[in-house]
């Protein structure tokens, strides 16, 4: 079952405009990750952000966590046509010596120019 | 740096046929893991390795097989193929000895099965 949901499904933005994407989740974590995902394509790992950590930037992106709630938030700055992609959060519980990434349905971003 | 590899990149395969995803990284990792996407879906684990020898079962394992005889490989074997097997499937890996790493993603195998 999927550990994760993602809100919203879809969103459509314009370009230079802020885009928000939510996660929520189910159970303790070891740290929660964002993956891209362009049409077609594999999942790029955009950043990790630990169990003890609130917030985190890696230059246009910033990632908050709280944990009491189960729930994260991927923020992008000042969007570009090309963040036009799949957005995924994944959580990891690492159980038994063994990365256990658990993803969200992800959401669908669209930057029009 | 090739990263991880899927061969092959798309495959048509009638029901009950049989066929091996390739899976191959050359970065050294101990962990490697394969899942299944489906539209409008995220991803779900199929199987994952924790090094050579050493395989286990992840959400959704029935209907598929794998084995780890080396360090770089992790073939997904598709025993008889269903309809239901239809979806694309991505191979990742990691270290396995660091509790917080990202994965690395192959670029997918579409498979169709009619």
């Known amino acids: 079952s999927q550990q994760g949901e993602e809100d919203p499904q879809a969103l459509s933005i314009q370009e230079g405009e802020n885009a928000t994407m939510n996660c929520s989740y189910k159970t303790s974590i070891n740290n929660l990750q964002w993956y891209r995902q362009n049409s077609g394509r594999g999942l790029v790992h955009l950043i990790l952000?630990?169990?003890n950590e609130r917030e985190k930037h890696s230059g246009r992106l910033r990632v908050t966590l709280d944990t009491s709630k189960k729930s994260s938030s991927l923020l992008i700055t000042a969007s570009r046509a090309a963040d036009t992609a799949s957005y995924f959060c994944?959580?990891?519980?690492w159980g038994e010596g063994a990365q256990k990434l658990v993803f969200g349905q992800g959401t669908r971003l669209t930057i029009n120019p | 740096n090739a990263g991880v590899t899927q061969t092959p990149k798309f495959q048509v395969l009638k029901t009950g046929q049989s066929m091996t995803l390739q899976c191959a990284q050359d970065?050294?990792?101990?962990?490697m893991s394969w899942y299944r996407q489906d539209p409008g879906m995220g991803l779900r684990l199929i199987h994952y390795?924790?090094?050579?020898?050493?395989?286990d079962q992840g959400e959704v394992p029935n209907g598929y097989n794998v084995s780890r005889s080396t360090t770089e490989d992790f073939p997904l074997r598709l025993l008889s193929a269903a309809p239901s097997q239809t979806s694309v499937y991505f191979c990742?890996?990691?270290?396995?000895?660091?509790?917080?790493?990202?994965?690395?993603f192959g670029q997918g195998t579409r498979l169709t099965v009619v």
């Open positions: 390795s924790v090094g050579a020898g050493i395989t």
């Open positions: 952000i630990r169990s």
């Open positions: 990742a890996s990691s270290y396995s000895t660091d509790m917080n790493t990202e994965a690395f």
């Open positions: 970065m050294n990792h101990e962990y």
């Open positions: 994944a959580t990891d519980t």
